[in-house]
């Protein structure tokens, strides 16, 4: 199903202290049956709150006519509105031309009313979409406002309802999330926080004509992975070699959890038609006395799929006593930790407070630092404006913040 590519982003140097290094970890899909495309079991749990009445509702109900058209026969699509309640509209109905004519009679009576009840929707996605071998679970849920109790009220603690999309994640299901219309009006670091422990992506539509293409996108993502609930697991074979962190910036950025006494570290579902690329901070220690120089085994790294197949590699480092050589950085995975480092900045640029805005330009100083040092133009480009209107207003308006998260999550090529 895949082979394994490991690279180094430098050597090692020896020396008396343990440093970190970056190893990417590249999936590449050999696809010798031909097979790429798992059928996808889909649950969309769009926001009817009042707050959507309008284009917003309308163009909602064009994006999920066209999610019914393009699945596939195998494929099965669960669909509910969620508001002071939750109304489910789809049932695990299949894919074919009787499928978005069916939809287009459940919807078209849908009105913008209540309150926005989130955990509802996630609560939903949980129950409504079953686990069934050989198939790729994936959750989207649009929304256009703050989560709210039922007399309509704003949550304050959001913990529970980030450990509700966790759970999904641990489930198995990829849950991305929408922020529909202005961004000022929805939580984005929330939506942020959803998708990061629900292992899926994020998307801002601040304009509504933009969500049908972007949900089409997701769509044909999901129809394209051949592989469910892939894990890698990763066994020091040197001592005090450490892993510390890890996360998926390829084909798009996605935070993963670091591991505890050697778990697996979940990836989710991985697609047929391109590689998947995952970084590893790793703690490399020095050699001991009497250690000569050289290539040196320090990781057995194993991807792996529901115990259906697997693929190992080794990982091996070079030493050297050389600094000039321990120098010579590996230009590709260096622009890949780049970016990783530059979605961990946009990710807390998303909860800097307004009243924080020394803060919000060390961000965007540093990430435009880190975007033109990896070459990454356009990015370095929103960076530096985002900062002429910090300094011009004194705070960072919630529509460029979006934008700025999403463009860095959303591509696993920075440009």
């Excluded at 304050?156 to 990829?174: E, F, I």
């Excluded at 892993?243 to 778990?263: E, K, M, Q």
Aim: negative net charge.
């Amino acid at each position: 199903m895949f082979e394994l590519e490991l690279t180094w982003n430098r050597a090692a140097h020896t020396g008396k202290y343990a440093r970190p290094h970056v190893l990417r970890v590249r999936a590449i899909p050999t696809n010798k049956d031909g097979q790429i495309g798992l059928p996808i079991r889909m649950g969309i749990a769009v926001d009817t709150s009042g707050s959507m009445e309008g284009e917003k509702l309308e163009y909602a109900k064009r994006a999920c006519l066209t999610i019914a058209d393009q699945i596939r026969p195998q494929d099965r699509l669960w669909l509910c509105s969620f508001d002071s309640q939750i109304a489910p509209l789809f049932n695990g109905v299949a894919g074919g031309g009787a499928t978005s004519s069916s939809l287009a009679k459940s919807i078209s009576g849908l009105q913008a009313s209540g309150v926005t009840r989130t955990d509802y929707a996630l609560d939903w996605l949980s129950r409504s979409v079953p686990v069934e071998p050989g198939t790729v679970r994936v959750g989207i849920l649009i929304t256009d406002g703050h989560p709210t109790d039922a007399k309509g009220t704003l949550i304050g603690n959001l913990v529970p309802l980030v450990d509700q999309a966790h759970q999904l994640g641990l489930q198995g299901l990829s849950l991305s999330t929408v922020g529909l219309g202005k961004a000022s009006d929805f939580n984005t670091s929330f939506l942020i926080d959803l998708c990061n422990r629900g292992h899926g992506t994020f998307i801002y539509a601040d304009m509504p004509d933009k969500l049908e293409p972007q949900l089409r996108e997701c769509l044909l993502a999901a129809q394209a992975m051949s592989s469910s609930d892939a894990y890698l697991l990763v066994k020091p074979l040197y001592e005090d070699v450490k892993p510390i962190a890890f996360c998926r910036v390829r084909p798009d950025f996605v935070p993963l959890d670091s591991p505890t006494n050697n778990c697996p570290v979940q990836l989710g579902a991985l697609r047929g038609n391109t590689p998947t690329d995952i970084l590893m901070e790793v703690e490399i220690p020095p050699l001991r006395f009497g250690e000569s120089t050289g290539q040196r085994d320090v990781l057995q790294v194993r991807l792996e799929s529901q115990g259906l197949w697997q693929a190992d590699a080794i990982a091996s480092i070079h030493y050297t006593t050389s600094f000039t050589e321990s120098q010579k950085i590996n230009k590709e995975v260096d622009q890949d930790r780049l970016m990783w480092e530059i979605n961990i900045h946009t990710d807390e640029l998303s909860r800097t407070n307004d009243d924080d805005a020394n803060r919000t330009g060390e961000l965007l100083a540093d990430i435009h630092h880190k975007a033109a040092q990896a070459g990454f133009s356009s990015t370095a480009d929103q960076a530096a404006q985002a900062l002429g209107e910090l300094q011009k207003s004194g705070k960072l308006d919630a529509h460029t913040t979006a934008v700025l998260v999403s463009n860095t999550r959303a591509t696993g090529d920075l440009t």
